[in-house]
T-cell receptor, first 118, second 115 residues
């Protein structure tokens, strides 16, 4: 089956520190990869995505590169801010196989809680 | 513009009662998904609707769970004879089409507590 494994949290950093949250996946087909973020008191929202190998997704200073050879999609940010404190979810969605059904349902990792202190 | 809305935002019920959760997707989105977020299981897929096609019910945990989507828009998730393990946040999401390329937009969720 399909699965996503994220680095264990919680992660606690000081402002301006470098962030890495590891994410690896297994998939029965060819996936798109996503990072979703859930800020305190808010709904889940897309942070960035990559739909094919070697693509780099980026948004709000966050980056992640789709590495097919290592089945990974690690999230990085060079300098975190207090406002980045949130729960981060790595997820995948399969592309359709030839003659198959395209439905885009997401398989999520367990989430990583990030807390950034001033 | 309006996002995905869900109602109620909170629901407390007694074990054995039936509950209905409602989702209003973004207008024009043909794909609608239900997920469940719980401490023990994380975020898990429940059911998917795409246009007039038969729904993908592969994630429903038991036959006590059902969902429908009327007129290709509003969806209702029904849980019959609720159990304490059904306590979770139920999230609805919609996307323009149901593919691996499209962003899913999530509603704020319904927090269900079964006493």
């Amino acid at each position: 089956g399909n699965s996503v494994t994220q680095m264990e949290g919680p992660v606690t950093l000081s402002e301006e520190a470098f962030l890495t949250i590891n994410c690896t996946y297994t998939a029965t087909g060819y996936p798109s990869l996503f990072w979703y973020v859930q800020y305190p008191g808010e709904g889940l929202q897309l942070l960035l995505k990559a739909t094919k190998a070697d693509d780099k997704g980026s948004n709000k200073g966050f980056e992640a590169t789709y590495r097919k050879e290592t089945t990974s999609f690690h999230l990085e940010k060079g300098s975190v801010q207090v406002s980045d404190s949130a729960v981060y979810f790595c997820a995948l969605s399969l592309h359709p196989n030839a003659g198959g059904t395209s439905y885009g349902k997401l398989t999520f990792g367990q989430g990583t809680i990030l807390t950034v202190h001033p | 513009g309006a996002g995905v809305s869900q109602s109620p935002s909170n629901k407390v019920t007694e074990k054995g009662k039936d509950v209905e959760l409602r989702c209003d997707p973004i207008s024009g989105h043909t794909a609608l998904y239900w997920y469940r977020q719980s401490l023990g299981q994380g975020l898990e897929f429940l059911i998917y609707f795409q246009g007039n096609s038969a729904p993908d019910k592969s994630g429903l945990p038991s036959d006590r769970f059902s969902a429908e989507r009327t007129g290709g828009s509003v969806s209702t998730l029904t849980i019959q004879r609720t159990q304490q393990e059904d306590s979770a946040v139920y999230l609805c999401a919609s996307s323009f089409t149901g593919t691996a390329y499209n962003e899913q937009f999530f509603g704020p969720g319904t927090r269900l507590t079964v006493l």
